[in-house]
């Protein structure tokens, strides 16, 4: 390998060892968690609490330090989001935070955090305005920029000429239209359509309609699980004749795929991390993860479920460098923990900027194929190729 990369958790696991003999033989880190446990992301917000629970479990298993994981359900709502967090690092005295999902949620929640000092590492919040404000103790796994060029590079591939673009209006999802429009057009490609529309829409066919009449070959969403299903529903009403569906975050999961059955066939959605494109350099362990998950779960992880895993496997080796297992912690030794982080995991090369901000992140584009998903884009990572054209109510 080329460029140094720092060996984290060797030595992490050895000073656990060394320091704390027995599990309990030492102070235990405290890790708060928060993600919606019910309401319009709840979803996501179970698979993401998994991940954290057995990375948690995992770590206290591997290093014998004890692990006192406190988790509370955000219910989807940016004020409980923000409770949690001030739950979590005023009442609790949590070590360090991580969870939140959806940019609404994480924005509030991570002003609180830095409020009371406490380092916050989320996966499920890219706007670009979160890491504008330069918080010391706030951190992310992945950022807008992946996921829009996955997005535009793929539809590029497939030789479309018009793509039309609906958008939820919340911040995130209009980032990421915004990103991938201009992607979109300077690679020559037409956007006759593109429309917002508000959260907890239910009927989606007036602007479907405006996809149909522009005559495009590509209908991308940029929303969230209730407007893909929705959308894709109301597509399949219409027969709309589009010959690729395109969405963002949230679709692939096992929930996605049991929601729709058969309609979420041939769906494209970016991802993290899909089972067999980690790295070469961390096939292994991201095949343990997995057996570990499979195991405790009954089920293979989806992506949200991996970068919940690796943010609690992170943040506990970060707290541990922070001198939390010690009883000597400080929020700046974690927070110097995870900027001097530099690894190759199964999402990748994983290092963080001055603004918390990752390094090397990359997002893949799958596509769904007899209910898996298949990695198509880009091609250094694809596991299969795409299905174009291809809708499942049968398009154009």
């Not at 405290?30 to 319009?40: F, I, Y």
Request: with cysteine; aromatic share 10%.
């Amino acid at each position: 390998m080329s460029r140094r990369i720092i060996g984290w958790l060797g030595c992490l696991v050895g000073a656990a060892f060394l320091a704390a003999g027995t599990v309990g033989a030492a102070t235990p880190i405290k890790l708060g968690a928060h993600a919606p446990q019910s309401g319009t992301l709840a979803k996501h917000g179970i698979e993401q609490i998994k991940g954290i629970r057995l990375a948690a479990e995992e770590f206290e298993k591997k290093t014998k330090v004890k692990v006192e994981l406190i988790v509370y359900d955000d219910e989807s709502n940016p004020q409980k989001a923000v409770s949690a967090v001030e739950k979590l690092a005023g009442v609790d005295k949590v070590n360090a935070i991580v969870g939140g999902y959806g940019s609404n949620l994480v924005g509030p929640a991570s002003e609180a955090s830095e409020r009371y000092d406490t380092p916050y590492l989320t996966t499920g919040a890219v706007d670009t305005k979160l890491t504008a404000k330069k918080f010391k103790n706030f951190f992310r796994l992945n950022n807008m920029p992946g996921y829009a060029s996955a997005q535009a590079g793929a539809i590029k591939a497939f030789g479309a000429k018009k793509v039309g673009i609906l958008y939820n209006s919340l911040s995130a999802t209009t980032e990421i239209a915004e990103a991938a429009k201009d992607l979109l057009q300077k690679a020559g490609l037409e956007v006759p359509v593109f429309e917002k529309f508000e959260k907890g829409t239910t009927n989606y066919k007036p602007i479907l309609l405006k996809v149909k009449d522009a005559g495009c070959d590509v209908l991308l969403v940029e929303g969230y699980f209730p407007d893909y299903v929705g959308t894709i529903k109301d597509a399949k009403i219409l027969n709309l004749p589009v010959k690729a569906y395109v969405g963002a975050w949230g679709i692939g999961t096992p929930e996605f795929v049991r929601e729709l059955g058969p309609v979420s066939e041939y769906i494209y959605g970016t991802s993290i991390w899909e089972l067999g494109t980690a790295p070469k350099e961390a096939k292994k362990e991201e095949a343990e993860i997995v057996a570990s998950y499979k195991a405790r779960f009954k089920e293979e992880p989806s992506y949200i479920a991996m970068l919940g895993y690796l943010s609690g496997k992170y943040m506990l080796e970060a707290v541990v460098q922070g001198g939390g297992q010690a009883g000597a912690y400080t929020p700046e030794k974690t927070r110097q923990a995870l900027r001097s982080l530099d690894t190759i995991g199964p999402l990748g090369r994983v290092a963080f900027d001055e603004k918390g901000d990752p390094r090397f992140f990359t997002a893949v584009l799958f596509q769904t194929q007899k209910g898996n998903q298949v990695v198509i884009y880009p091609k250094d990572r694809a596991l299969g190729t795409a299905q174009y054209p291809g809708v499942p109510w049968g398009g154009k």
